[in-house]
């Protein structure tokens, strides 16, 4: 069964320094976003991207967070300067229509600022 | 920010029992998904459920939707040990582009 592919699975970064997530949508995918969850809390939106854009966006999505396609396959997410609030797994999601059609998640990256 | 409070936060039965878990919203949602959730993974998608006074089955599991599409339910009968794990709700409004609020999660042991 196709599934969202998340690297790495887990990231140590100094604080202030940048760090890129990425991920593998599904293949026949058109819709993809950005989760993150900081231990023991929920799962909480960050941005929505469709067609080289995006969609919605959190409060959370700030000016130092950005989202690229870069190629056919890629869904990025960048933090320019990360601040050790940012520690939390980070989940990427797709899917295939904007409709109900349901969300599909990767198994996520565990971003440790020190 | 549309809540989405789930009940009980944690449940601890033994194997046979049945169960409820409840995911309430004073918000309408356009559809709410139930996922799964082990550690270290990502939420593993259950069902999808749209339409007001929808029911689901997923072999024991039963989902419903609430007919005002604020509210949804799991029923979980004969819980088993391999049940044990994170069940999360989330909504999805469509004037939001579908992005999905979660629930803070039901953590459910089921002991042998």
């Known amino acids: 069964e196709p599934e969202v592919t998340q690297t790495p699975s887990h990231q140590v970064t100094q604080m202030g320094q940048e760090v890129i997530l990425r991920c593998v949508p599904i293949?026949?995918?058109?819709?993809f976003y950005w989760y993150r969850q900081i231990l023991g809390q929920k799962v909480e939106f960050l941005v929505s991207?469709?067609?080289?854009?995006?969609?919605?966006k959190s409060e959370i999505f700030d000016d130092q967070f950005s989202v690229e396609r870069p190629d056919g396959s890629n869904f990025t997410l960048k933090i320019r300067s990360t601040k050790l609030e940012d520690s939390a797994m980070y989940f990427c999601?797709?899917?295939?229509?904007?409709?109900?059609?349901?969300?599909?998640f990767g198994d996520g990256t565990r971003l440790s600022i020190l | 920010t549309q809540l989405l409070e789930q009940s009980p936060q944690f449940l601890s039965i033994q194997e046979g029992e049945n169960l409820t878990v409840y995911c309430n919203s004073s918000s309408v949602f356009s559809s709410l998904q139930w996922y799964r959730q082990e550690p270290g993974e990502g939420p593993v998608l259950l069902v999808t459920v749209v339409t007001g006074g929808e029911v689901k089955k997923l072999k024991r599991l039963t989902f419903q939707f609430g007919d005002a599409r604020k509210d949804s339910s799991l029923h979980i009968t004969a819980a088993q040990p391999g049940d044990t794990g994170l069940y999360l709700c989330a909504g999805a409004r469509a004037n939001s582009g579908y992005a999905l609020n979660f629930g803070k999660g039901t953590s459910l042991l089921v002991t042998p």
């Open positions: 293949s026949n995918h058109l819709y």
């Open positions: 999601a797709s899917k295939v229509a904007n409709s109900n059609q349901p969300q599909h």
């Open positions: 991207f469709y067609n080289n854009e995006i969609s919605e």
